[in-house]
């Protein structure tokens, strides 16, 4: 199936709403891993010409958004939470090393919070893999890697916690 932003968007707004929480975000999962096979949307919306992060879409009902991003090179992200939200990444292309954490000691405003790392895996191109409320993770790439992901509410307006590795 060739899949438009307009089709995507509203597969996933009809998952959310018939069940919100974790059961809608894996149906959500499996319709990114469905968009991610078709190589034309891919290719017209994660482009080269796409910065580490461009909003594609931003639910008006629910608030979630589709993100696309696009990495030239390597680069290792700290662990992080999305707050109060969600996250769903999609591998389009190349490879990322994701890492699990375990919470040693809880973030402040004041204080980074402890974790310690739990497991490792990586995404290859067509998995996606659904980060819930309080899921401690961090990215890792090699090299030039190209993501879709959905977040719960665009996580540019939200304040995060920092967390030390230990």
């Given at each position: ?36 096979k078709d190589q034309a949307f891919v290719a017209r919306h994660v482009g080269d010409d ?32 999305h707050g109060p939200s969600w996250a769903i990444y999609g591998q389009a292309r190349g ?59 665009n996580m540019d307006r939200v304040k995060r916690l920092a967390y030390e590795r230990v």
């Amino acid at each position: 199936m060739s899949w438009t932003l307009e089709e995507f968007a509203a597969a996933c707004q009809r998952a959310l709403t018939a069940e919100p929480g974790p059961a809608g975000r894996e149906k959500v999962r499996a319709i990114v891993q469905d968009v991610l096979k078709d190589q034309a949307f891919v290719a017209r919306h994660v482009g080269d010409d796409v910065p580490e992060r461009k909003l594609l879409y931003e639910d008006p009902k629910l608030g979630f958004c589709i993100l696309a991003h696009s990495y030239r090179g390597a680069k290792e992200s700290n662990p992080h939470d999305h707050g109060p939200s969600w996250a769903i990444y999609g591998q389009a292309r190349g490879e990322t090393e994701m890492s699990d954490w375990d919470l040693v000691e809880r973030a402040t405003p004041d204080k980074a919070g402890k974790v310690r790392r739990r497991r490792t895996y990586t995404l290859k191109p067509g998995m996606a893999y659904v980060y819930n409320e309080g899921d401690i993770h961090s990215p890792r790439r090699e090299g030039a890697t190209k993501l879709i992901r959905i977040e719960g509410t665009n996580m540019d307006r939200v304040k995060r916690l920092a967390y030390e590795r230990v």
